[in-house]
T-cell receptor
Framework: KAGVTQTPRYLIKTRGQQVTLSCSPI?????VSWYQQTPGQGLQFLFE???????NKGNFPGRFSGRQFSNSRSEMNVSTLELGDSALYLC????????????FGSGTRLTVV | AQSVTQLGSHVSVSEGALVLLRCNYS??????LFWYVQYPNQGLQLLLK??????LVKGINGFEAEFKKSETSFHLTKPSAHMSDAAEYFC?????????FGAGTRLFVKA
């Protein structure tokens, strides 16, 4: 059974640019959540999608957006990148929210210069 | 609303010693509780979870945790530490459509 696949693994962008990150969940998993991980802030919740609907959103500015497709694959987009957006972005898939727990991808390491 | 507090950002133990990583939570609904482990340059891996039923839950790699509702705690233990246990450990609570993670505890294992 394939795991959660995130692409790309590493990315370097310039301040002001935009970026799109991709996540393919485990087959059959309909819930996809995104987290930002930084040394200072830890794991911060970005948003959660289930069957193409965003059900919850964290406290991030509108520059951060996402979507989920009918095959459960998800993308997140960050526009007008800032230096502070440098982080490891983790995607986690689950059968549903609740007591199932997550399967995480290896993450996308974004560096903004 | 949910929150998680992990006591101690760093814990150091000797190989073969007891591992105890502390987690306290708050939740406005009956919680689902989890422990995850993260090795360098990797995503998080689920160690164990509490949903309902037995309050002592066993996970992978010899870890276990006990849900204590009266103390709002979910501490992680392992009787005997191994060098390969060196990693960062995260406690998490789920309520609604969101899972909140603690700040993490980095475990060091000394030979």
């Amino acid at each position: 059974k394939a795991g959660v696949t995130q692409t790309p693994r590493y990315l370097i962008k310039t301040r002001g640019q935009q970026v799109t990150l991709s996540c393919s969940p485990i087959s059959g998993h309909r819930s996809v959540s995104w987290y930002q991980q930084t040394p200072g802030q830890g794991l911060q919740f970005l948003f959660e999608y289930f069957s193409e609907t965003q059900r919850n959103k964290g406290n991030f500015p509108g520059r951060f957006s996402g979507r989920q497709f009918s095959n459960s694959r998800s993308e997140m987009n960050v526009s007008t990148l800032e230096l502070g957006d440098s982080a490891l972005y983790l995607c986690a898939s689950s059968l549903a929210q609740g007591g199932y727990g997550y399967t995480f991808g290896s993450g996308t390491r974004l560096t903004v210069v | 609303a949910q929150s998680v507090t992990q006591l101690g950002s760093h814990v150091s133990v000797s190989e073969g010693a007891l591992v105890l990583l502390r987690c306290n939570y708050s939740s406005s609904v009956p919680p689902y509780l989890f422990w995850y482990v993260q090795y360098p340059n990797q995503g998080l891996q689920l160690l164990l979870k509490y949903t309902t039923g037995a309050t002592l839950v066993k996970g992978i790699n010899g870890f276990e945790a006990e849900f204590k509702k009266s103390e709002t705690s979910f501490h992680l233990t392992k009787p005997s530490a191994h060098m390969s246990d060196a990693a960062e450990y995260f406690c998490a609570v789920t309520g609604g459509f969101k899972t909140i993670f603690g700040a993490g505890t980095r475990l060091f294992v000394k030979a």
